[in-house]
């Protein structure tokens, strides 16, 4: 199987933006975890990030050719309507990774729009949650039909 990890807005600051809430490895060391963890597990990883909403919107699209998604939407899980129907019209499982506990922190981060329509989420497990992401959705792959 090919799974896109798919990183939204500010997370290519990871190792330098908020360490307390986020962790200090980087953006590429996570890539590289999930890649090592997906060549073990038979996986291609193909990794992309954007700021910007549309540009996500197409990575999104493009993933109709992959098996799976693991994404961190960012700040735009909270509000972003095109990111959500993206992911629902493509009908590839996608696993929804938030590296911090988005339920402790601001009210605003409680609601997740793109939730509702991924196959699973997962939240507060630090940088590790990108790789239980990709262990998930592989289950996911795995238990479809061909
Ligand atoms: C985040 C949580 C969001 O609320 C925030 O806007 C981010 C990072 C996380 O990974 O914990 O950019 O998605």
Redesign the pocket.
Known sequence: PRVLLLN????NLLGSRDPH??GSVTLAEVERRVQALGAELGAGVECAQSNHEGELVEHVHRARHLDGVVF????F??YSIALRDAIDAVEVPCVE????N?YA?EEF?HTSVTAPVSEGYI?GCGPAGYELGLRAVLTRIGQRRP
Do not use: D, K, T, W
Request: positive net charge.
């Open positions: 939204g807005p500010n997370l809430q986020y961190n939407p960012g700040a899980a909270h990774v938030h590296i911090s988005v922190r981060r939240a």
